[in-house]
């Protein structure tokens, strides 16, 4: 960081150049709940419901086999709860994709047709 003292009787400064840092804990979805997942880069949508899925079932097995606290417990059992909503979103959004139209085979059929009309 660095700093200019702008006002040397008052004693204050000015700062011209800083660093900012933002971190956060994070990793699977908005803090608000209502913020949709629109999508991960390099992953297939199946594979990211697989992970959430094999998540769940390591949270389930750890709370069965544990001598964590029960705030410790409570806590995944909220987690767990979460998952399985978000679960259930993204398996509902994989039921409205639709498959991708192959643009290109449809312009070669609209012009073999065309042609064909044209020798007609």
Aim: with cysteine; proline share 3%; hydrophobic share 30%.
């Amino acid at each position: 960081m660095k700093s200019t003292l702008k006002n040397p009787d008052k004693g204050w400064y000015e700062l011209t150049d800083i660093k900012l840092y933002e971190g956060s804990s994070l990793t699977a979805w908005g803090s608000n709940p209502n913020t949709p997942l629109t999508g991960m880069k390099g992953m297939k949508l199946e594979d990211v419901i697989q992970g959430y899925v094999n998540r769940q079932k390591n949270i389930e097995k750890f709370c069965a086999n544990t001598t964590a606290s029960d705030e410790t417990i409570e806590l995944l059992l909220i987690e767990n709860k979460q998952l399985t909503q978000v679960i259930i979103t993204l398996t509902e959004q994989t039921k409205n994709v639709t498959q991708p139209v192959d643009i290109a085979d449809q312009i070669k059929e609209a012009f073999k047709t065309f042609h064909s009309q044209l020798q007609n």
